[in-house]
């Protein structure tokens, strides 16, 4: 099957490219699955043979998600489990990312005592919910991959195994749109977890905008500038007396004046001077 469409995502880093020494089927991806890593860091995923499509890295500092991609978008993967005489997984029309952190609560009460920095999906800051948005908003507009979820995405660890929202065979054949690594049958692993699918896809469409900024806290009543105050060197907290920064610019002009006066007259003296000592006069 030809694959249409651009392949690489805009942006992501090919360090960690796999498709050469896996080059997969080629396919038309019409389903998303997301993972999580459970780590820290992009992982080695056994020299690529367990790789999904892409991997997003946290990068905590700049606020972004850091993109790698290992194999093109229209390409299978290796994430997934496929067992022999049930259904396809890596293969049916299905483009993998792996996001780098964890879906598990005790995995994340660890790491937040060891002081660990990390994505936990159900709590995801709104600058990665904006970033894996960004994603699935391209993955439709270039491959028309759909802005749906006719899935539950289930808290961890309720979700591994044969959970409630694990897919039949028929179910994930007919499936269109974005799921989880829990959804998939012939697989047993929970993530991603809660996921906030719905506010990612509702960011992805463009119907929900992003955080408002607070409203400015007004002043209290004693931090209220007076006629006499001049709020200067905004956003410091840096007041001036007005008041007194006129009284002292007006001695200067008065200082200045009585300095003028004096030259005038010394000029004017010496120009006298000058008239009477005048050999032609």
Not at 208 to 213: E, I
Request: proline share 8%; aromatic share 10%; charged share 20%.
């Amino acid at each position: 099957m030809a694959k249409s469409g651009p392949q690489r995502y805009p942006g992501a880093s090919t360090t960690y490219w796999y498709g050469s020494k896996y080059p997969g089927s080629a396919m038309e991806s019409n389903v998303v699955v997301w993972h999580t890593t459970e780590g820290t860091s992009v992982p080695t995923y056994d020299g690529g043979s367990s790789a999904p499509n892409f991997t997003a890295l946290p990068d905590f500092n700049a606020k972004r998600l850091v993109w790698y991609q290992h194999f093109d978008f229209d390409v299978s993967s290796r994430a997934l489990v496929n067992r022999s005489g049930g259904v396809q997984t890596n293969t049916l029309n299905v483009v993998q990312v792996e996001i780098v952190g964890t879906c598990d609560p005790a995995t994340h009460t660890k790491w937040q005592k060891a002081g660990r920095q990390h994505l936990y999906t159900p709590e995801l800051p709104d600058w990665a919910i904006r970033d894996l948005a960004a994603f699935a908003k391209w993955a439709h507009e270039q491959h028309g991959v759909p802005l749906t979820s006719g899935v539950t995405f289930k808290a961890y660890p309720s979700s591994y195994g044969a959970s409630s929202v694990r897919m039949s065979h028929s179910q994930w054949n007919n499936y269109r749109g974005h799921c989880g690594h829990q959804h998939v049958p012939e697989n047993d692993h929970g993530d991603p977890g809660l996921l906030p699918m719905a506010a990612i896809l509702a960011r992805a469409k463009g119907t929900t905008p992003g955080p408002s900024k607070p409203a400015p806290t007004p002043p209290k009543e004693n931090d209220m500038p007076t006629p006499y105050q001049l709020w200067a060197y905004k956003g410091r907290g840096e007041k001036r007396d007005a008041y007194a920064y006129l009284r002292s610019t007006e001695a200067k002009v008065t200082e200045l004046t009585e300095q003028v006066a004096k030259l005038t007259a010394t000029v004017a003296q010496l120009v006298e001077q000058g008239t009477d000592t005048d050999p032609q006069g």
